[in-house]
């Protein structure tokens, strides 16, 4: 009974979206508030029914109730209670689940907050969180049920029904299949819901953006009250990206951590958008400038995080990131049609009501490298669009599918990326309104003279290629210019507060979060800058099969193989085959590594563990390829020097601390005005 419980909350919830998409609508046009607060109210209740609907489906997860056809595909008796619970969104139709559930908290969330400035966005945005919630239950209840139980037919076949048809039987198998292998790393478990978190986090600003196009309101209150919500997102959807960057490095076993896969571009392009709107918000707030564009980013956004899910689960393409073959296909690509088609219809009637309220005078001002900024985004984002998309277009035209592998997105992009970076050195030093050549050269120079120096010494001790050489010099640019700017503003504070240097920085950057937490993030951006160049660049690699007491040469380093066992964990019902290395450098020992294959009887199905030395010079990562017990041919293993490469995931600590600086809450005048009036008149009431 409690999968048709589930399956009926989940009904309930899916009317109860429509309704308060359809009181908001009538509230608005019949200027009733007793509606639009039902509306409201009707949208908080989601939350709760969903968290029913979700620890249901948990609970038979947990306990093994292999009737219900998701249950079966994706756990098994030997799974420890944690893998059992995050399998939820280990498939198709538990991942849709986990993305309603999380969208009708966001959206909740959202309207928890004061409304007493916006109540006209308030109906708009209930009307587009809930149009999207009921997309997503429609997908859940009509395709994709996760409470669908096994049967057999009369005519012996067994497939999963919400009702049980005719003449049928339930089956109940003895054991699952068990979450895929590739899916029980600690980053898979957490890459999924980060991902999740910032796509659904884009659906609010994205929300409150129809809601001004529609309400006629053209002023910036709408990026105010979304601002962190897009700081967020963003976060979200960056560490989405690199916890699943580590996946692949750790798990799939070819020793880097991108290869340019169509769903890795899938949430990639949101990034950009998102990237490019985060800037682009600045110069509305700071100059009222950029208004419509930064509707069509946000418009972008939402409809590239629907086109990203459309792409993982749709199965009209092959990757190791994307669900099986479905029937959903069709449905997202009408809903992202109707969607982004709507969102431009309603972009165009208020487009003059968006103009811009004033002109940019100077090409070298900060609005004009943040625009230029914008538009080396958007063309990262045609490149990536259109390698996803041309296997397709082949494939319908010719009837063969074309691929599009990582060197044409690299040679593509790699200059984008570049003329980035040189943007990330020069708009901290530019002015607002207007700036000139002779202006930022004086405020380059300095920082510019030190990267050279940086360079040449990189010239004579690390590397002589010279687009390696390019890449370093513009991180060097960016970090010095960066601290260059910290330094400046601690040291007038500290001229005009008498402040130490560290209390100064400390101040600076409390006074004004959002730009020294976006510095902080520029940093961490380099930082995995370096680590990026060093392994697309330096990464060397060898193969060989080896007996014991024999050893792989490559780069200084030597491995000698000295064992290796095998055995099957019943608990676990997997057996793995560890080999154990030695690693020397320079004639002595460093450490031990221990390359393994685990096989998993249940998925029938190996998953390669890498051995890893870790340093910030570089990764020592090795394979254990082939091996055979009966076989005197001996073991073949894959060895990889991967310099530099831990600067990346450095940078990804840093990243977080700028991105939390950026994020963190800072006193809202307005309201700091409106509690000390009434501070004031409480002292004066009590006098």
Same mark, same amino acid.
């Not at 100064?504 to 940093?523: D, E, Q, S």
């Given at each position: 009974?409690?999968?048709?419980?589930?399956?009926?909350?989940?009904?309930?919830?899916?009317?109860?979206?429509?309704?308060?998409?359809?009181?908001?609508?009538?509230?608005?046009?019949?200027?009733?508030?007793?509606?639009?607060?039902?509306?409201?109210?009707?949208?908080?209740?989601?939350? +709760?029914?969903?968290?029913?609907?979700?620890?249901?489906?948990?609970?038979?997860?947990?306990?093994?109730?292999?009737?219900?056809?998701?249950?079966?595909?994706?756990?098994?008796?030997?799974?420890?209670?944690?893998?059992?619970?995050?399998?939820?969104?280990?498939?198709?139709?538990?991942?849709?689940?986990?993305?309603?559930?999380?969208?009708?908290?966001?959206?909740?969330?959202?309207?928890?907050?004061?409304?007493?400035?916006?109540?006209?966005?308030?109906?708009?945005?209930?009307?587009?969180?809930?149009?999207?919630?009921?997309?997503?239950?429609?997908?859940?209840?009509?395709?994709?049920?996760?409470?669908?139980?096994?049967?057999?037919?009369?005519?012996?076949?067994?497939?999963?029904?919400?009702?049980?048809?005719?003449?049928?039987? +339930?089956?109940? +198998?003895?054991?699952?299949?068990?979450?895929?292998?590739?899916?029980?790393?600690?980053?898979?478990?957490?890459?999924?819901?980060?991902?999740?978190?910032?796509?659904?986090?884009?659906?609010? +600003?994205?929300?409150?953006?129809?809601?001004?196009?529609?309400?006629?309101?053209?002023?910036?209150?709408?990026?105010?009250?979304?601002?962190?919500?897009?700081?967020?997102?963003?976060?979200?959807?960056?560490?989405?990206?690199?916890?699943?960057?580590?996946?692949?490095? &750790?798990?799939?076993?070819?020793?880097?951590?991108?290869?340019?896969?169509?769903?890795?571009?899938?949430?990639?392009?949101?990034?950009?958008?998102?990237?490019?709107?985060?800037?682009?918000?600045?110069?509305?707030?700071?100059?009222?400038?950029?208004?419509?564009? *930064?509707?069509?980013?946000?418009?972008?956004?939402?409809?590239?995080?629907?086109?990203?899910?459309?792409?993982?689960?749709?199965?009209?393409?092959?990757?190791?990131?994307?669900?099986?073959?479905?029937?959903?296909?069709?449905?997202?690509?009408?809903?992202?049609?109707?969607?982004?088609?709507?969102?431009?219809?309603?972009?165009?009637?208020?487009?003059? &009501?968006?103009?811009?309220?004033?002109?940019?005078?100077?090409?070298?001002?900060?609005?004009?490298?943040?625009?230029? *900024?914008?538009?080396?985004?958007?063309?990262?984002?045609?490149?990536?669009?259109?390698?996803?998309?041309?296997?397709?277009?082949?494939?319908?035209?010719?009837?063969?599918?074309?691929?599009?592998? /990582?060197?044409?997105?690299?040679?593509?992009?790699?200059?984008?990326?570049?003329?980035?970076?040189?943007?990330?050195?020069?708009?901290?030093?530019?002015?607002?309104?207007?700036?000139?050549?002779?202006?930022?050269?004086?405020?380059?120079?300095?920082?510019?003279?030190?990267?050279?120096?940086?360079?040449?010494?990189?010239?004579?001790?690390?590397?002589?290629?010279?687009?390696?050489?390019?890449?370093?010099?513009?991180?060097?640019?960016?970090?010095?210019?960066?601290?260059?700017?910290?330094?400046?503003?601690?040291?007038?504070?500290?001229?005009?507060?008498?402040? *130490?240097?560290?209390?100064?920085?400390?101040?600076?950057?409390?006074?004004?979060?959002?730009?020294?937490?976006?510095?902080?993030?520029?940093?961490?951006?380099?930082?995995?800058?370096?680590?990026?160049?060093?392994?697309?660049?330096?990464?060397?690699?060898?193969?060989?099969?080896?007996?014991?007491?024999?050893?792989?040469?490559?780069?200084?380093?030597?491995?000698?193989?000295? &064992?290796?066992?095998?055995?099957?964990?019943?608990?676990?019902?997997?057996?793995?085959?560890?080999?154990?290395?030695?690693?020397?450098?320079?004639?002595?020992?460093?450490?031990?590594?221990?390359?393994?294959?685990?096989?998993?009887?249940?998925?029938?199905? *190996?998953?390669?563990?890498?051995?890893?030395?870790?340093?910030?010079?570089?990764?020592?990562?090795?394979?254990?390829?082939?091996?055979? /017990?009966?076989?005197?041919?001996?073991?073949?293993?894959?060895?990889?020097?991967?310099?530099?490469?831990?600067?990346?995931?450095?940078?990804?600590?840093?990243?977080?601390?700028?991105?939390?600086?950026?994020?963190?809450?800072?006193? &809202?005048?307005?309201?700091?005005?409106?509690?000390?009036?009434?501070?004031?008149?409480?002292?004066?009431?009590?006098?």
């Amino acid at each position: 009974m409690l999968a048709e419980f589930g399956y009926g909350v989940l009904v309930v919830t899916f009317l109860l979206a429509l309704y308060s998409v359809g009181a908001a609508i009538f509230g608005y046009v019949n200027k009733s508030a007793a509606l639009v607060e039902s509306a409201r109210r009707s949208m908080l209740l989601t939350f +709760p029914l969903l968290t029913v609907a979700a620890l249901s489906l948990i609970l038979l997860l947990v306990r093994g109730d292999f009737n219900v056809q998701f249950v079966y595909e994706v756990t098994s008796r030997s799974m420890p209670t944690y893998l059992k619970i995050t399998a939820w969104w280990g498939g198709q139709a538990g991942s849709l689940l986990f993305w309603s559930w999380l969208m009708s908290a966001f959206a909740s969330a959202a309207t928890l907050r004061k409304w007493d400035r916006d109540q006209e966005f308030l109906p708009w945005v209930i009307v587009v969180a809930n149009v999207t919630l009921a997309f997503f239950l429609a997908l859940n209840i009509l395709f994709e049920n996760p409470f669908a139980r096994l049967y057999q037919t009369f005519d012996g076949n067994i497939a999963a029904y919400t009702f049980a048809p005719a003449n049928s039987t +339930p089956i109940t +198998p003895a054991d699952g299949r068990g979450l895929n292998p590739l899916l029980r790393h600690p980053g898979m478990i957490i890459h999924p819901p980060m991902l999740y978190l910032g796509f659904v986090a884009y659906v609010i +600003p994205f929300a409150f953006a129809i809601a001004a196009l529609v309400t006629g309101r053209t002023d910036d209150r709408w990026i105010r009250v979304t601002r962190r919500w897009s700081l967020w997102a963003w976060l979200f959807l960056s560490f989405g990206l690199v916890l699943g960057g580590r996946w692949a490095y &750790d798990v799939l076993g070819w020793g880097g951590y991108w290869g340019w896969d169509p769903v890795e571009i899938a949430a990639f392009m949101p990034w950009l958008t998102g990237t490019a709107f985060l800037h682009s918000v600045m110069i509305q707030e700071k100059r009222g400038m950029l208004k419509q564009w *930064n509707m069509v980013l946000i418009i972008l956004t939402y409809a590239l995080v629907i086109f990203g899910t459309f792409l993982t689960r749709s199965g009209v393409l092959s990757s190791v990131h994307a669900f099986a073959q479905s029937a959903i296909g069709p449905s997202f690509f009408v809903f992202i049609g109707v969607t982004f088609v709507t969102s431009i219809g309603l972009l165009i009637h208020r487009w003059a &009501d968006l103009k811009a309220e004033a002109e940019m005078k100077s090409m070298l001002s900060r609005e004009a490298l943040f625009l230029l *900024n914008n538009l080396l985004f958007m063309s990262v984002l045609v490149v990536s669009f259109w390698g996803v998309i041309f296997p397709l277009i082949s494939e319908l035209f010719t009837g063969q599918k074309v691929t599009v592998g /990582p060197p044409f997105y690299e040679r593509a992009n790699s200059p984008l990326f570049a003329a980035l970076m040189f943007l990330m050195a020069i708009a901290p030093l530019s002015a607002w309104g207007h700036s000139t050549v002779q202006t930022l050269g004086r405020a380059i120079w300095k920082p510019a003279i030190a990267a050279a120096a940086i360079t040449v010494v990189t010239f004579f001790t690390y590397t002589q290629n010279w687009i390696a050489l390019i890449g370093f010099f513009l991180v060097a640019l960016v970090v010095l210019v960066t601290l260059y700017e910290f330094w400046r503003g601690a040291r007038a504070r500290q001229k005009t507060q008498g402040e *130490n240097f560290f209390s100064a920085l400390a101040h600076l950057t409390g006074k004004n979060r959002r730009r020294y937490g976006g510095y902080i993030i520029h940093i961490s951006m380099m930082l995995m800058a370096i680590g990026i160049l060093g392994i697309e660049l330096f990464q060397t690699e060898t193969q060989g099969t080896i007996q014991v007491g024999e050893s792989l040469r490559l780069q200084g380093y030597e491995l000698v193989y000295r &064992d290796i066992a095998q055995w099957d964990d019943r608990s676990t019902n997997v057996n793995y085959t560890r080999a154990v290395m030695e690693v020397y450098k320079n004639d002595q020992l460093v450490t031990k590594l221990h390359p393994r294959t685990d096989y998993y009887y249940e998925a029938q199905q *190996n998953m390669t563990i890498p051995g890893v030395r870790s340093t910030m010079a570089d990764d020592v990562y090795v394979l254990l390829v082939d091996w055979e /017990p009966a076989s005197a041919i001996g073991a073949t293993f894959k060895l990889y020097i991967n310099p530099l490469v831990n600067w990346l995931w450095v940078g990804s600590l840093l990243f977080l601390v700028g991105v939390i600086i950026a994020a963190w809450p800072e006193k &809202d005048p307005e309201r700091a005005t409106v509690r000390a009036t009434r501070s004031a008149r409480q002292t004066s009431a009590a006098d």
